[in-house]
């Protein structure tokens, strides 16, 4: 089992960046892929975007393609992402995610959730 541990959320304004950092420990070895989830109050969980563990290629919801940039360091078993021009619909809480076996928008396909880290986008 993979453990995931989020962090650097917080409250910032519409147009502002935020990092989000997610540490990865236990059998790191079997990660296939890791993700980023978000969920808004009275929403499903959706998928934010993903990266492949071995070659770094990612992939993003269209809502946040060309504003938020995912990587990973291979070395600290880390993966981060990276938001820009924030708007208030990205307010939701963003859990990271990791996958033994696919790279996958669907949250069914990821074994290890972190516990989650509030975003907050004010207008």
């Known amino acids: 089992q993979v453990q995931l541990v989020e962090s650097g959320g917080g409250l910032v304004q519409a147009g502002d960046s935020l990092r989000l950092s997610c540490a990865a420990s236990?059998?790191?070895?079997?990660?296939?892929?890791m993700a980023w989830f978000r969920q808004a109050p009275g929403k499903e969980r959706e998928f934010v975007a993903a990266i492949r563990w071995s070659t770094a290629t990612t992939y993003y919801a269209d809502s946040v393609k060309g504003r938020f940039t995912i990587s990973r360091d291979h070395a600290k078993n880390t993966v981060s992402l990276q938001m820009s021009s924030l708007k208030p619909e990205d307010t939701a809480v963003y859990y990271c995610?990791?996958?033994?076996?696919?790279?996958?928008?669907?949250?069914?396909?990821?074994?290890?959730w972190g516990q989650g880290t509030q975003v907050t986008v004010s207008s």
């Open positions: 236990g059998r790191t070895f079997s990660m296939y892929s």
């Open positions: 995610a990791a996958s033994r076996t696919v790279v996958s928008s669907s949250a069914t396909n990821y074994d290890s």
